[in-house]
């Protein structure tokens, strides 16, 4: 049971580059969230779902795009990197019901754009 | 539009000081819940505890304590006999009513250092 992993761990970006978050949950969770964090300005979310095929936009969105095909993976895109995007991501996911709502949470990718 | 402040930003203490890390919530829905996570030095977030509005329970977790009232909005944790290892930033967060109540809002974290 590996609960929430994400990939890459670290990558490195140039101004103008693409790339493609990866999260997945082995939980069976319904609710999955991606958030980022800035030194200082706590956790901001920037998409999230829930359910398969469904996305919502979250605080700060601007810039990312997310799809769920799978209901154990969420993906963040960055189609156009800004160095404003150097940032830790983290992905949650959180059981929807009685004795749920509590988020558990990826290790986090440290995005660094140039 | 919910809110959560935590005041503190950052404090320190010596090992086997009690520690309290205050949480004030604002809300207008009458079903919410609260929750504490840990985020430790290596990042990963831990979720510690959770509470729905309907129950003003006090908890106790071995050295840690939430202390909910409602009549203040507030959702505080207290760390007693503090180690070096509960060093970290943690987070109070709320999510509201039914339907998003697995949507939560941040509180900024408060930066705990514990020195030996």
């Known amino acids: 049971n590996a609960g929430v992993t994400q990939t890459p761990k670290f990558r490195v970006l140039k101004t103008g580059q693409s790339m493609t978050l990866l999260c997945a949950q082995d939980?069976?969770?319904?609710?999955m969230y991606w958030y980022r964090q800035d030194p200082g300005m706590g956790l901001r979310l920037i998409h999230y779902?829930?359910?398969?095929?469904?996305?919502a936009k979250g605080e700060v969105p601007d810039g990312y795009n997310v799809s769920r095909l799978k209901k154990q993976n969420f993906l963040l895109g960055l189609e156009s990197a800004a160095p404003s995007q150097t940032s830790v991501y983290f992905c949650?996911?959180?059981?929807?019901?009685?004795?749920?709502?509590?988020?558990?949470f990826g290790p986090g990718t440290r995005l660094t754009v140039t | 539009a919910q809110k959560v402040t935590q005041a503190q930003t950052e404090i320190s203490v010596v090992e086997k000081e009690d520690v309290t890390l205050d949480c004030v919530y604002e809300?207008?829905?009458?079903?919410?819940?609260l929750f504490w996570y840990k985020q430790p030095p290596s990042g990963e977030l831990v979720f510690l505890i959770r509470?729905?509005?309907?129950?003003?329970q006090n908890e106790i977790s071995g050295r840690y304590s939430w202390n909910f009232q409602k009549s203040t909005s507030s959702f505080n944790f207290t760390i007693t006999a503090s180690q070096v290892v509960d060093s970290a930033v943690y987070f109070c967060?709320?999510?509201?009513?039914?339907?998003?109540?697995?949507?939560?809002?941040f509180g900024d974290g408060t930066t705990l250092t514990v020195k030996p």
């Open positions: 949650a996911s959180s059981y929807h019901g009685v004795g749920g709502y509590e988020q558990y």
């Open positions: 939980m069976n969770h319904e609710y």
């Open positions: 779902s829930v359910g398969e095929g469904t996305t």
């Open positions: 809300t207008r829905d009458t079903t919410y819940y």
């Open positions: 509470r729905n509005s309907f129950d003003e």
């Open positions: 967060a709320l999510s509201e009513g039914y339907t998003n109540a697995g949507k939560s809002t």
